[in-house]
């Protein structure tokens, strides 16, 4: 976190635990750090223990209050739900206990709860190092109340969890090949960024490349009695494995503490790029695209030449007269060095100019240039998809970068407000002379309006933040932003055709399930109508009287779980939002 210049974060921060997470981590693991915050931590393992939660893209860290070591308390990859109680812990007491908040992390483990030991557990293929001793209690916290304790009586057991660093330079100074991410196959330490210039959820791929082609051969399983032996066959191995549920509690003292809200943001963030991470045309793509050859590894590019690079490519976006073809290339490599690095998506909050160029360039190509028949153009919906893909690419992982809030709320959220109108358009496409056009103009225009949907679930999760953060400033919540968009003429037709998009995939007479793209675009989707009836009558009035029927009959949970498989990370979040979905939809 500290090289993104975040004043108010580093000053959140504790100057101990910061060198403590500079000198012992490697630099791509501590610039991916998203927060740090003091907090009780309740566990199978430990019971009201004040520790540190480090907080990065794949997983919570814990370490001790003031640090000595760094333990992984649970990977993204085994959560199965983040959420915030509603309670008043009995072992704090006075404003503390009015102030705290208690966020429960139920994740999956495949130790038996016997043992009780599966938090802090080594992962063994983390590449950690084994456990040393430690007698060093947690003696020197800020003051909590007596009746917190220390580690349970079978210390001893924590200890053989809990990894020391050991030293290879100095006494603070670890080992550099033992302290990255764990190293878990699935997904890689280092995975592709969700958008790509070869890939992306906001453009679909072809039928063919999506589909599993259920062609029964001779020997094979038909369609039908495969999914259920598939099922079958998951249920056994999820019960040879001992998988259950286990809970970690962060109780943290602070009304404006934001953990939770970097929690869910970067379990969003890791269930898509895992799930897209499952699908092999993304990853060859991804590896084709890679300008590095196998088992060669280029080496990063600092922030000062990311921020130079970025100039460079600003100037040329920004002067006068450039043309349609050429502002489409910078565009794409624009898009695609967001994609791999994530400091240049820090970057691009931090210049105002060119966030607001391609704002009004989505306004003009799409809105303020249509052909004199009233319907769009080829290279309208082309350039249009581009820009909304970048500046979808941009809010991803950003944010703990106070420049993108700050660019987005200033002069009371015009910018954001451009953004949000300039991105709906009328789904409906015109009719033209010319058969051919139409239909490649169709086939565009889908993949503008999934773009579309991609970004407006950015610019909500944005408003998510928002709205659980009690700060005035901070006026961009998701009631805000249904509001800006209110008036547009076309939103209903907008989000109609988001909702009967969702119908649709259930709706498919076939069998097939989703590849993980379309999961990726089925999930955003979902928080796109759960956000327009949580927050917005007429939204909820309009989905009710136009979609209650088709909702009720075509949309059902065993349905959404054949089209979901199982070990898709996006796939149980998908179903509760489905079910979320069903129960406002059809409530009268």
């Known amino acids: 976190m500290a090289p993104t210049g975040s004043g108010a974060l580093l000053s959140r921060r504790n100057i101990k635990l910061d060198s403590f997470l500079k000198r012992n981590t490697e630099r791509r693991v501590y610039e991916r750090i998203r927060a740090c915050e003091p907090c009780v931590v309740i566990s199978e393992a430990v019971n009201k223990v004040y520790m540190h939660a480090v907080l990065s893209d794949e997983c919570v860290y814990l370490t001790e209050y003031p640090p000595r070591t760094l333990t992984v308390a649970v990977t993204f990859r085994r959560v199965r739900d983040i959420e915030l109680v509603k309670d008043l812990p009995d072992f704090l007491s006075g404003k503390d206990r009015e102030r705290c908040q208690h966020i429960r992390i139920t994740y999956v483990t495949e130790q038996p709860a016997a043992g009780g030991r599966d938090w802090l557990r080594r992962d063994r293929r983390a590449g950690l190092p084994p456990a040393a001793p430690s007698s060093r209690r947690i003696s020197h916290c800020p003051a909590i109340p007596h009746n917190l304790e220390g580690y349970p009586a079978h ?159 600003s100037s040329e976006l920004l002067q006068d007269g450039i043309s349609v073809e050429s502002l489409y290339l910078l565009l794409q490599e624009l898009k695609t060095a967001a994609h791999r690095n994530a400091a240049l998506r820090r970057v691009f909050w931090r210049s105002s100019e060119v966030c607001a160029f391609l704002v009004q360039t989505l306004e003009e190509s799409l809105h303020g240039c249509q052909s ?80 579309a949907c991609s970004l407006l679930f950015e610019l909500l999760l944005l408003g998510h933040e928002a709205s659980r953060c009690a700060s005035a400033d901070n006026f961009l919540c998701v009631g805000w932003i249904l509001r800006v968009l209110q008036p547009h003429p076309h939103l209903l037709s907008f989000i109609g055709h988001q909702a009967q998009q969702v119908v649709q995939v259930f709706s498919d007479p076939q069998d097939s399930v989703l590849s993980p793209p379309q999961s990726v675009l089925l999930f955003q989707r979902c928080r796109l109508l759960l956000a327009c009836l949580q927050y917005n009558s007429q939204l909820t009035q309009h989905l009710q009287a136009h979609f209650r029927e088709e909702f009720r009959y075509f949309v059902k949970l065993p349905c959404a779980e054949e089209k979901l498989p199982a070990h898709y990370p996006i796939s149980q979040p998908t179903l509760r939002l489905v079910e979320q979905i069903l129960t406002l939809i059809l409530h009268r």
């Open 155 to 313: 210390g001893e057991q924590i200890t053989e969890e809990i990894h020391v660093l050991k030293s290879t330079r100095s006494a603070s100074c670890p080992n550099p090949e033992t302290l990255g991410l764990p190293r878990v196959p699935h997904p890689p330490s280092q995975p592709p960024s969700l958008y790509s210039a070869a890939s992306s959820p906001t453009s679909p791929l072809s039928p063919s490349d999506h589909r599993l082609n259920w062609r029964t051969e001779p020997g094979q399983v038909p369609r039908r009695i495969g999914s259920v032996l598939s099922r079958l066959l998951r249920r056994d191995c999820v019960d040879s494995r001992e998988q259950r549920e286990a809970e970690l509690h962060l109780y943290v003292v602070s009304q404006t503490s934001r953990l939770y809200l970097h929690l869910q943001s970067s379990w969003n963030s890791f269930i898509i790029k895992s799930t897209l991470l499952l699908d092999p045309l993304y990853m060859r793509r991804c590896s084709t695209a890679s300008d590095s050859s196998p088992g060669k590894q280029l080496p990063a590019i600092s922030l000062e030449r990311t921020a130079h690079l970025f100039g460079q490519l």
């Open 372 to 451: 004199l028949s009233g319907a769009y153009t080829a290279d309208q919906l082309l350039l249009s998809t581009l820009i909304v893909q970048t500046l979808a690419v941009m809010f991803r992982e950003t944010e703990v970068e106070p420049a993108r809030l700050s660019l987005l709320s200033a002069k009371k959220g015009a910018l954001a407000s451009r953004m949000l109108l300039a991105l709906i358009c009328d789904p409906e496409p015109q009719t033209q002379n010319q058969e051919s056009l139409v239909n490649d103009c169709e086939t565009l225009l889908a993949e503008y309006l999934d773009a």
